[in-house]
T-cell receptor, first 114, second 115 residues
Framework: TQLLEQSPQFLSIQEGENLTVYCNSS?????LQWYRQEPGEGPVLLVT?????EVKKLKRLTFQFGDARKDSSLHITAAQPGDTGLYLC??????????????FGKGTHLIIQP | DAGITQSPRHKVTETGTPVTLRCHQT?????MYWYRQDPGHGLRLIHY???????DKGEVSDGYSVSRSKTEDFLLTLESATSSQTSVYFC??????????????FGQGTRLTVV
């Protein structure tokens, strides 16, 4: 099972500020996904990155996949209270064969204060 | 929203009693998963299914069993609940594991408390 390290674990900032959260591994990802989870709900997919160096934008959210495909970052510009939630990175089973589920990092708890 | 329903949404049970959680999907997806989510541990895979009557163990399967007799239903059973199984349980589904852009869809979770 591939270990995913997310940082920071907790982040509380004021509305309008920018922030970056990270997802790292010692192994190479075949692909990586970012999910957001709101209280009382299940995680919801935000984006999938596949190619090293890839950058994807989703409104004020920018996702980057490291050139070596061992790390990824999520940058939020001008954070809003609606961005509050748990941000999780996940990767598919590391080796071929079988149907194991996604492996998740422990997540970053983000609070945006009005 | 993907059609995934977990039941019950909340349950309190006593140590030593059996508990069954149900996941029902209307998406006809082949793969179904049970995860538990705990503070400090994140989401961990308990069991998964890759078809009717085809199941396998995940990372934290001890004390749990599963069954899938129909495509749409995936049951998680705690044969004899323990306090360490107090957690939030999530069911997830996906069409495929290996496709690059496969998305996992999650239910709303079941909060289980074992007292």
């Amino acid at each position: 099972t591939q270990l995913l390290e997310q940082s920071p674990q907790f982040l509380s900032i004021q509305e309008g500020e920018n922030l970056t959260v990270y997802c790292n591994s010692s192994s190479v990802f075949s692909s990586l996904q970012w999910y957001r989870q709101e209280p009382g709900e299940g995680p919801v997919l935000l984006v999938t990155v596949v190619t090293g160096g890839e950058v994807k934008k989703l409104k004020r959210l920018t996702f980057q996949f490291g050139d070596a495909r061992k790390d990824s970052s999520l940058h939020i510009t001008a954070a809003q209270p609606g961005d509050t939630g748990l941000y999780l990175c996940a990767c598919p089973p590391y080796s071929g064969g079988g149907a194991d589920g996604l492996t998740f990092g422990k997540g970053t708890h983000l609070i945006i204060q009005p | 929203d993907a059609g995934i329903t977990q039941s019950p949404r909340h349950k309190v049970t006593e140590t030593g009693t059996p508990v069954t959680l149900r996941c029902h999907q209307t998406e006809n997806h082949r793969y179904m998963y049970w995860y538990r989510q705990d503070p400090g541990h994140g989401l961990r895979l308990i069991h998964y299914s890759y078809g009717v009557k085809d199941t396998d163990k995940g990372e934290v399967s001890d004390g749990y069993s599963v069954s899938r007799s129909k495509t749409e239903d995936f049951l998680l059973t705690l044969e004899s609940a323990t306090s360490s199984q107090t957690s939030v349980y999530f069911c997830a589904i996906s069409e495929s594991v290996w496709a690059m852009n496969t998305e996992a869809f999650f239910g709303q979770g079941t909060r289980l408390t074992v007292v």
